[in-house]
């Protein structure tokens, strides 16, 4: 088949919500470098060589691209985008900012992107999805059911689990949702220092189980030393892959900092953090997600079936019945 026949196939695709992929998914997409592309003509003027010129430089080997916005279908994301990247040696990740307003028309614009060609996908969920679980649900049952179940997915939102309670990961990372999670950790917009960001990062976001791939910051001018000690923290707790945002506000420094070999000094790789202590002060989605692995009605509350469900773990365990999840709990919970 030839190139404009793969991209009249996958216009066509695109416009019947038929989107199988066009090439064999490759989860390793979301390993290694990666720099995200809101506005292509802004980055680099979307001269793709001069993009792909910077992108071996820097070591990047994925670019995640915008497709969509909602319901409405981004224009520069095309067959022709997709299959010029990979002619320059580049994997591409299409991404969708979803709005919950629609959510089965959302994944199947999002799902058309994977027809061109991409790589990976990326959902793009954050505030408007606060609270909407069947939404949520349905989003992802459609998505799946026009691009597999195993092609591969991410979910990208904010760092700080706790302070999202009503956000429902329990779907967008639990069975059939995304096999991987990209936090947003944009130390300098959250005003915590750039280790403690991380490490509370980590640690909520670990219990869902999901293999993490941090996106850290271009944006806001950070200063080389905090991009090389971005990159030294999520190589010392084991990630294999990260993300930059965003290509177009990104200084020349910045792109230099990302690709430049790391030193390893021992302070570079601090202790992985445990996961948190969550017991009757907590409410929401993360006992959601307890609640679903207990076999108890998800409520969302810490309620008399989940406290009787977590004794019992515990009592099976040899663990000790403290009828909290703290870090051994969660381990039996979740198998770890």
């Known amino acids: 088949m030839t190139g404009s026949h793969r991209i009249w196939l996958a216009a066509l695709c695109a416009l019947l919500f038929c989107a199988a992929p066009a090439r064999a998914a490759d989860p390793s997409s979301f390993d290694g470098n990666a720099v995200w592309i809101h506005v292509l003509g802004q980055s680099s003027r979307g001269d793709l060589d001069a993009i792909a010129r910077t992108a071996r430089e820097r070591g990047v080997s994925t670019l995640i691209v ?11 994301f095309t067959p022709e985008l997709v299959e010029g990247l990979h002619a320059r040696g580049l994997k591409v990740c299409a991404y969708s900012r979803i709005l919950s307003r629609k959510p089965r028309t959302e994944a199947r614009v999002s799902a058309a992107a994977v027809s061109y ?16 679980y069947s939404q949520a649900r349905d989003y992802m049952l459609e998505l799946r059911r026009l691009i597999g179940p195993d092609f591969p997915v991410g979910l990208t939102s904010f760092p700080y689990v706790d302070l999202h309670p009503s956000f429902p990961y329990s779907v967008f990372l639990g069975p059939g949702g995304a096999q991987f999670n990209l936090p947003q950790v944009y130390w300098r917009a959250i005003g915590h220092s750039l280790d403690q960001a991380v490490a509370r990062t980590f640690a909520w976001n670990a219990l869902y189980g999901r293999p993490i791939r941090p996106v850290g910051q271009l944006w806001m001018r950070p200063p080389r030393a905090e991009i090389l000690r971005f990159r030294a923290l999520v190589a010392a707790y084991g990630a294999p892959g990260l993300s930059w945002w ?63 469900a977590i004794r019992s773990l515990q009592q099976r365990s040899g663990l000790p019945k403290t009828g909290t999840l703290d870090p051994p709990t969660w381990s039996a919970l979740l198998g770890g």
Do not use: M, N
């Open 66 to 76: 915008k497709a969509s916005h909602g319901t409405r279908r981004w224009e520069q």
């Open 117 to 132: 060609g991409a790589d990976c996908f990326v959902i793009d969920a954050e505030a408007e999805y606060e609270g909407r």
């Open 246 to 308: 965003v290509w177009q506000l990104a200084s020349p420094g910045g792109l230099d900092a990302i690709g430049v070999p790391l030193q390893a000094p021992a302070a570079a790789a601090p202790v992985r953090p445990p996961a948190p202590t969550v017991g009757r002060w907590h409410r929401g989605d993360i006992l959601r997600w307890a609640q679903l692995h207990l076999r108890v009605k998800q409520t969302g509350r810490w309620d008399k079936p989940t406290r009787k």
